[in-house]
C-alpha cells in the first residue's frame, strides 16, 4: 500500500495554521475531528494537491486523531490524492448527462492532445486527465473541473484555449 | 415484553434486539449473524444476512414492515411478530447475501485455515448454491504483512468491521482500518505497520472468515483434526481461560472459548495465544464441547460415536502410526440418527 | 409566467451581496420570526405549507421538524444538506451561488424553529468556489448582526457555519453526511436511532435540503397558506427544476408544480423542445435513481391523463408506468442515445459511489456495472438480461440505505421499458462497437432486425 517512491516536502506555514485553526474553530473544542475534511482541502491546496502518509500524519497529529483515522477518510474521498499529480488537473465529468452531450469525445480529444491516457500525466507534470462521475453541471455540459473551479459548455476551441492558458499560467487554481 | 419469532412466543427484556430474542429460543429461528458480535458495540447492520420479516410491528401498531429488517440492529416490540425460516421472502434473501458475499470470494477453503469452523462456509453450506452466476474476474487485494502473529488475507474478508471495532474497543491506538471506498474497501495499516497490540490476536477470533487467522498455527493442522481442550493459566493480562487445540501431545493453538454462535466466552492477551505452546504452560480441564451446528463438529470427538473402520486406513498412512494415533478419525458418524439430527 | 418564490429576486444585480439583498427585503422573514413568532409557530407555518423534502424523498418538512427531540435537553443542531450529487441535479448549486444569503436566511429562520443554536450548511467538495461565496456570505451576516449572540436583541444565538465535503455522492444521504461532518468515511448509520433523536455528535439533529430551506423565508413573510395555495393536492408550493440532456435551454427552473411535462419540455419559457428537433425518446424526471420513462409515457400516464410537474403525477402506474419527481433532475433523451450505454453509465456511478458498508450493494454494484459493461461492448449473452433482472431486484431493499435501491431501478426500468435494445446488443454485438452506434443509426431503424420470427 505504501507509496514509498514519492517524496513530499511538508510545509505548514503560519498562515496555514492559522487558517486550520479558523476551521477548527467551526465546531466545538471536544470535536476538533470533524474538521477533518476541510482541514485535508486546506493541507492538500498548500502541497502541491496531493497527500503523503507523513502529511496525514501531521494532520493526525494538529487535530489529535489516530493516523489511521486520517487514512480511512482520505482513501474514502475522492477528492484527495494519494500521489503526486500534475499541476493542472482537468477533471472531466463523464456521467449520462454530460455523456450525452459528447463529454467523452473532448475527454479523447484532450487526451490525445496532450497525449497521455486517461488517469496520465503528462512528463512534463503538468497537466493530468480524469474521467470523474457527476459534478452537479449537467445542464452546462460538456464540463470540467480544473482546481477549484468549472469549465462549462466546453468544446474542443475552449479546451485548447484553457490548455494554452495554463501553459501561460493564468489559470487560477484556487479562491484563497 | 412478549415477541413471538416463527410462532414461538417469548418474554424478552425492553431492549432486546430480534436476533438476540431468537437465540432465547434457539433452534432453526436463530438468524445466521456475519458481522454482528454481542460483545463489540456498535456491530451489526452490515451483512444483511439476518434479515427477517416483522409481520406484525407490535400491538399498538400492528402494521407489518414493508423491508426485511436486520434482526440484529431491530429492537423488538411488544406483541411483534417475527418470521424467520418460515418466510420465503428472508430464505430468498439470505440466499441472496450468500450469492454475494461469495462472488468475489476466492473459494479457496481446501487451503483456508479457517475451514471447517468459518461461518461464511456454514452459511453458504445452509443457503448456498453449487454453481456460480458470476463469470466476472473476480476482485483481489494486494497482499499485506500487517506482523508476526496474525496474517491477513484480504480476498476473503467479508467487511464485517469487526476486528476494528475490537482494535477500537479492546487496545489503545488503532492502527488498522478500513480503507478504499466500495467494493474496493479492505482493512489495512495503509503503511505496513505491524498490529502489535496485547490483544490484538482477538482480531483472528472475532473474525468470521479465514481474513485473519493465526500465523503460529498457519498450515499446521485442519482445525478438525486438532482436539480441543479448556485450559487455563494464571495471567496477568488477561482472564487466562482459553481452548488449547491439541494434536497429540503438542498444543498447536490457543485460541479463546467460543460459544456455540462463534462468539468468544472472554477475551484473551497475545502471550497467552501466542507464546504459550508449551502443555506444561496449562491446566488442561478437560474436552471442549462445540453445540454449534458446522463443518467442525460432524468429526468431534467428544461425540458418542461408534466406531468405524476406514478399510483403507493402513495404507494411507503406511508407516506413519505415530500421526494415525494423533488424528482423530477413529470415530466418524454414519449412523442415521446422526444424520438426521442435522 | 409560472410564480417565482426562490428566483424572483435572482436578476437583481449585486444580489449575491449582504446589501443589496437586505434592501430587496432579505432576512425580513428572521425578524417576523424572532420578533413575532413562537418557534412552534414556525414550525406550524411550515407544516400548514405542506412543503416536502426538495432533496428527492419528498417527505413534510414541518413533520419531520416536529420529530426533533426537544426534551432531552441536548443541543440540537440544524444540517443543510447541500451535498448535490444526485447526476442530472444541479438547482441546489445555482441557488447558493447566486443568491446565498436566501439560505443563510433560511438556516437562521429554521434553527430558530428547531432551536437549534449550532448549524451546518454541508457542500460537496466540488462545489469549493461556492463554499467560498457561502463563507463570505456567512461573515458578512455576522458582521450585520444575524448571526451570533443575541440575535436582533433576544435571546436566540446561533452559529452558522459552512462545512465542505471531498467527494462522495453517499454523503447525500443524512446519516452519512453526519458521519462525513464528524470527520469520518460517509457511511451511513443504521436506523434508528434517527437523527432527530440522535444525529450529529449524538444530538437531535434536522438534514434538510438547500432548497427546502431557503422556502422557509417566503413561507414565514407570508404564510403556510399562501404556500399551500400554490400547486396541486399534496404538491404544494415551487420547485427547483434542474434540466439537462438533448434540449435547446438546459439549466435551472423555477415551476409551480402542476405544470405539465409537456408545456415545461416544449414552451420556450422553459426547455424549447428539443434539441436540433430530434425525437424525444426517453426522460428521466427526478435524477439518475429515478425510473426512466418511455416517450409514450412521459406526456400521458398509463391511463391517458396528462403528466403533470407533481410528486403524485410523476408516480402515477407506480414503477411499473410511472416514474418519480425526486431531486428534480430532468435529463433528457433523444433518439441517439442508447439506453444500455445510459444504463451501465448510472450502474458505473452507483459501483463508484457504494460506501461498501452493506454487502447487497458493495457486491451487488460492482456486478451490475459488469454484466452491462459486457452487454454494452457486444460480450453480452441472453441470460444476462434476466441476470440482471434479479440482481438489481436483490439488492433492493435488502440495503442499508437508499443507495442501494437507487442502484437497482435504473437498471429494472430500462430493461422493462427497453428490452428489446438489450436484446439488440445481445444479438448483433458487431453493430453496436463504436460507442456512437445510435448516432448513425437509431434503434427505430434496426429495432425490425430483432422482431420476433413467425414460423
Known amino acids: 500500500m505504501e507509496n514509498t517512491q514519492y517524496k513530499q516536502e511538508i510545509n505548514i506555514t503560519p498562515e496555514l495554521m492559522t487558517r486550520i485553526n479558523e476551521l477548527i474553530g467551526h465546531y466545538p473544542d471536544d470535536k476538533r475531528k470533524s474538521a477533518l475534511l476541510p482541514v485535508l482541502h486546506e493541507v492538500q491546496d498548500a502541497h502541491e494537491n496531493w497527500l503523503s502518509y507523513p502529511l496525514m500524519d501531521k494532520v493526525a497529529e494538529i487535530l489529535n486523531i489516530q493516523p489511521i483515522e486520517v487514512y480511512e477518510v482520505v482513501s474514502f474521498y475522492t477528492m484527495y490524492n494519494q500521489k503526486p499529480i500534475g499541476k493542472y488537473m482537468f477533471e472531466f465529468c463523464r456521467t449520462s448527462c454530460c455523456a450525452v452531450r459528447g463529454a467523452e469525445d473532448l475527454m479523447d480529444y484532450t487526451c490525445e492532445k496532450l497525449g497521455i491516457k486517461e488517469g496520465e500525466t503528462t512528463p512534463d507534470g503538468m497537466f493530468t486527465v480524469v474521467g470523474v462521475e457527476c459534478l452537479g453541471a449537467c445542464g452546462y455540459a460538456p464540463m470540467m473541473q480544473v482546481g477549484d473551479f468549472y469549465k462549462e459548455h466546453l468544446t474542443k476551441e475552449k479546451v485548447d484555449t484553457i490548455i494554452a492558458e495554463c501553459r501561460e499560467g493564468k489559470i487560477n487554481l484556487h479562491d484563497k | 415484553m412478549k415477541v413471538t419469532i416463527d410462532g414461538h412466543e417469548i418474554e424478552v427484556e425492553p431492549g432486546t434486539t430480534i436476533l438476540q430474542a431468537a437465540r432465547m429460543i434457539g433452534g432453526e429461528s436463530v438468524p445466521p449473524a456475519m458481522c454482528y458480535y454481542s460483545k463489540l458495540k456498535g456491530s451489526g447492520g452490515k451483512c444483511r444476512c439476518c434479515l427477517v420479516e416483522v409481520s406484525k410491528g407490535s400491538d399498538a401498531n400492528p402494521t407489518p414492515m414493508p423491508k426485511l429488517m436486520a434482526s440484529c440492529v431491530t429492537g423488538v416490540m411488544d406483541g411483534m411478530e417475527v418470521k424467520s425460516i418460515s418466510s420465503p421472502r428472508v430464505q430468498e434473501a439470505r440466499k441472496s447475501v450468500t450469492e454475494f458475499l461469495l462472488i468475489n470470494h476466492p473459494l479457496d477453503c481446501p487451503v483456508c485455515d479457517q475451514a471447517g469452523e468459518c461461518d461464511l462456509q456454514n452459511l453458504s453450506f445452509n443457503h448456498g448454491k453449487s454453481e456460480t452466476r458470476f463469470i466476472e474476474e473476480k476482485r483481489t487485494f494486494e497482499p499485506e504483512n500487517i506482523g508476526e502473529n496474525i496474517q491477513l488475507h484480504m480476498n476473503r474478508c467479508i467487511l464485517c468491521y469487526r476486528c476494528v471495532m475490537t482494535a477500537d474497543q479492546l487496545t489503545d491506538g488503532r492502527v488498522h482500518g478500513v480503507v478504499n471506498r466500495g467494493d474496493h474497501s479492505q482493512i489495512s495499516t495503509c503503511i505496513s505497520k505491524a498490529i502489535d497490540n496485547e490483544f490484538s490476536g482477538n482480531m483472528i477470533d472475532v473474525c468470521p472468515v479465514g481474513a485473519l487467522t493465526d500465523k503460529t498455527f498457519r498450515f499446521k493442522s485442519r482445525v478438525w483434526f486438532n482436539k480441543p481442550f479448556n485450559a487455563h493459566r494464571d495471567c496477568d493480562k488477561c482472564c487466562g481461560k482459553t481452548t488449547v487445540w491439541m494434536f497429540g501431545n503438542e498444543i498447536q493453538r490457543v485460541t479463546a472459548r467460543k460459544d456455540e454462535y462463534h462468539e468468544v466466552e472472554e477475551f484473551i492477551c497475545n502471550s497467552c495465544r501466542f507464546d504459550h505452546k508449551d502443555v506444561n504452560d496449562w491446566v488442561i480441564e478437560g474436552p471442549r464441547k462445540f453445540e454449534k451446528f458446522s463443518v467442525i463438529n460432524q468429526n468431534n470427538y467428544t461425540r458418542k460415536l461408534d466406531k468405524v473402520t476406514i478399510e483403507t486406513e493402513k495404507q494411507i498412512l503406511l508407516g506413519r502410526d505415530q500421526d494415525r494415533k494423533k488424528i482423530s478419525m477413529v470415530e466418524v458418524p454414519l449412523k442415521n440418527t446422526e444424520n438426521s439430527k442435522s | ?455
Open chain 3, 1 to 455: 409566467m409560472g410564480r417565482k418564490i426562490l428566483l424572483d429576486k435572482i436578476n437583481i444585480p449585486g444580489i449575491k451581496t449582504y446589501e443589496v439583498y437586505r434592501q430587496n427585503g432579505g432576512y425580513a422573514s428572521v425578524e417576523k420570526a424572532l420578533k413575532t413568532l413562537t418557534p412552534d409557530e414556525v414550525t406550524e407555518e411550515v407544516k400548514t405549507s405542506g412543503l416536502r423534502g426538495r432533496g428527492g424523498a419528498g417527505f413534510p418538512v414541518g413533520l419531520k421538524w416536529s420529530f426533533i427531540d426537544k426534551k432531552s435537553g441536548k443541543p440540537r443542531h440544524l444540517v443543510c444538506n447541500a451535498d448535490e450529487s444526485e447526476p442530472g441535479t444541479f438547482k441546489d448549486r445555482f441557488l447558493m451561488e447566486y443568491i446565498p444569503h436566501l439560505l443563510i436566511e433560511g438556516m437562521i429562520t429554521s434553527s430558530y424553529a428547531l432551536g437549534a443554536n449550532l448549524s451546518y450548511i454541508y457542500i460537496r467538495g466540488e462545489y469549493m468556489w461556492v463554499f467560498k461565496i457561502l463563507e463570505r456570505a456567512i461573515k458578512e451576516a455576522y458582521a450585520a448582526g444575524w448571526l451570533g449572540k443575541n440575535i436582533l436583541g433576544t435571546d436566540f444565538s446561533l452559529d452558522l457555519h459552512v462545512h465542505c465535503g471531498a467527494g462522495a455522492y453517499i454523503c447525500g444521504e443524512e446519516t452519512a453526511l453526519i458521519e462525513s461532518l464528524e470527520g469520518k468515511r460517509g457511511n451511513p448509520r443504521i436506523k434508528p436511532p434517527f437523527p432527530a433523536v440522535s444525529g450529529l455528535w449524538a444530538n437531535p439533529t434536522v438534514v434538510n435540503n438547500v432548497e427546502s430551506i431557503a422556502a422557509v423565508p417566503w413561507i414565514i413573510n407570508n404564510s403556510g397558506a399562501d404556500y399551500a395555495a400554490i400547486g396541486i393536492g399534496r404538491s404544494t408550493g415551487t420547485k427547483l427544476i434542474s434540466a439537462s440532456g438533448h434540449i435547446k435551454n438546459p439549466g435551472v427552473y423555477e415551476i409551480e408544480l402542476g405544470l405539465s411535462v409537456e408545456e415545461f419540455m416544449n414552451s420556450d419559457e422553459y426547455l424549447g423542445g428539443m434539441m436540433n428537433d430530434r425525437p424525444l425518446k426517453a426522460l428521466v424526471p427526478g435524477g439518475s435513481s429515478v425510473p426512466i420513462l418511455p416517450a409514450h409515457l412521459i406526456y400521458k400516464t398509463a391511463n391517458g391523463d396528462d403528466r403533470l410537474m407533481t410528486y403524485e403525477s410523476l408516480s402515477d402506474g407506480g414503477f411499473a408506468t410511472g416514474s418519480m419527481l425526486g431531486s428534480g433532475g430532468f435529463i433528457v433523451y433523444n433518439d441517439t442515445t442508447c439506453i444500455v450505454r445510459n444504463t451501465w453509465n448510472f450502474s458505473r456511478f452507483y459501483h463508484h459511489e457504494s460506501c461498501g458498508q452493506c454487502s447487497p450493494c458493495r457486491e451487488g454494484t460492482g456486478w451490475l456495472e459488469k454484466v452491462l459493461h459486457r452487454i454494452e461492448n457486444g460480450h453480452g449473452r441472453m441470460e444476462d438480461i434476466d441476470l440482471l433482472w434479479d440482481i438489481q431486484s436483490k439488492i433492493e431493499g435488502n440495503t442499508i440505505c437508499p443507495l442501494g435501491d437507487a442502484a437497482a431501478w435504473p437498471v429494472a426500468a430500462a430493461i422493462r421499458h427497453f428490452r428489446d435494445e438489450f436484446e439488440y446488443h445481445v444479438r448483433f454485438p458487431e453493430k453496436i462497437k463504436n460507442r456512437d452506434h445510435f448516432v448513425e443509426e437509431p434503434f427505430e431503424k434496426v429495432r425490425h432486425l430483432i422482431a420476433k420470427q413467425t414460423v
